[in-house]
């Protein structure tokens, strides 16, 4: 059985490809075994020439049918080898859309490694920093240092704003409510055991999480990305002790130092308001926040603080370990540290509740 053959002109360029491409397509109308397309006479060709051959490739390739071609040239050998022509005319692969159980397992597996890699951290740096002291590895005090006032005092404006604001607020909001019963005196109570129950560390946590801890993340994946961490292991540095337990140390120190500041400021804002709006003394607001608050409420409230910034600092510093796939890894790392951040200090002020709770 005969097969059809295309024979091209001397010329195969701009001007007389577009014929070659609609005889080379009539002839796959009829869906032949096999067309051969003859070159051998081709004495000069461009771009758009041979452009043209390979579109003849794909169109047998979609229709089935096999293209040969004959008679070419070393100048189009080279050329086709420099394009890598089999990538051109290869067809993609349909898109193979996963079942929704494997989509279920790519969203939840990463974040199963992720609180994996985060408590394993925390158990690490926990034992580093309990144990390291009688193997006579201690924690560096310089870096330390220089941590917190990366973690604090950068952080000190804003915090300071949230909670005088935040102060004013809940002032305001109690306010409201109170003087229908005559009972204006109790915004201290309202304040005061808010903020320094739940919103002074909550608060103070998120924004140690939004600057620190996507801080950390970013820090430590940077030098993940450039290998520098894998220098310092290479030199017998342990990246736990010279670089993670600073960082954990400082975040933990740093809020509890910002929650002071937080809960001063806050309570100095409620009580601005109802010096201001109504008409409460300062001496008669200070001695109902003395009535309404309990040592063992600051005390719980450092606890909180401690937990929550010691949560915040193995977070950023486990995801920024965690980073692969360069600068991309490092947003995404990033990103991570807030959001997970967050989420477990919701969690462990869940647990702090709870357990109050129960006690109570």
């Known amino acids: 059985m005969s097969h059809p053959t295309i024979t091209a002109t001397s010329q195969l360029d701009r001007s007389t490809v577009t014929q070659l491409v609609a005889d080379l397509e009539r002839e796959l109308r009829s869906r032949p075994a096999r067309v051969t397309l003859d070159l051998g006479a081709v004495e000069a060709f461009d771009s758009a020439g041979l452009g043209g051959v390979v579109q003849g490739m794909r169109a047998a390739s979609a229709a089935g049918v096999e293209l040969k ?3 070419l040239s070393q100048s189009m050998l080279d050329f086709f080898s420099l394009v890598s022509v089999q990538r051109l005319c290869a067809s993609e692969p349909p898109a193979v859309r996963p079942d929704p159980v494997t989509r279920i397992g790519m969203f939840v597996e990463p974040m199963l490694e992720s ?23 201690w924690l560096r005090l310089d870096r330390t240092a220089i941590e917190v006032d990366h973690c604090a005092a950068g952080a000190l404006p804003i915090v300071a704003l949230i909670a005088f604001l935040l102060g004013l607020i809940l002032a305001m909001q109690a306010y409201v409510q109170l003087r229908v019963w005559g009972a204006e005196i109790y915004i201290a109570d309202m304040v005061g055991v808010s903020v320094l129950s ?3 560390p909550l608060m103070t946590a998120i924004v140690l999480a939004a600057r620190s801890g996507s801080s950390n993340a970013a820090q430590l ?3 993940v990305a450039s290998e520098e961490i894998a220098a310092l292991e290479q030199m017998g540095i342990r990246p736990l002790g ?3 337990a600073p960082k954990v140390v400082a975040c933990a120190f740093a809020a509890i130092t910002l929650g002071i500041v937080f809960d001063v400021t806050a309570i100095c804002g409620g009580a601005l308001f109802a010096w201001a ?3 409460i003394q300062l001496d008669a607001f200070g001695e109902q926040l003395r009535t309404a608050l309990s040592l063992s409420d600051f005390v719980v409230a450092l606890a909180k603080c401690a937990t929550f910034g010691g949560a915040v600092g193995v977070v950023g510093c486990a995801l920024g370990l965690r980073v692969r796939d360069g600068s991309e890894g490092v947003g995404r790392a990033t990103t991570n540290a807030v959001v997970l951040g967050i989420f477990l200090i919701i969690v462990v002020d869940a647990v702090f509740v709870t357990w109050q709770r129960m006690l109570a």
Do not use: H, K, N, Q
Request: charged share 25%; glycine share 16%; no cysteine.
């Open 198 to 200: 739940e919103i002074g």
């Open 69 to 71: 071609l004959r008679g």
């Open 277 to 279: 709006i109504a008409d």
């Open 242 to 244: 010279f670089l993670v």
């Open 221 to 223: 994946g940077a030098m």
């Open 115 to 137: 609180a994996g890699a985060v408590l394993r951290l925390a158990g690490e740096t926990l034992r580093e920093l309990v144990t390291g002291p009688f193997r006579r590895r």
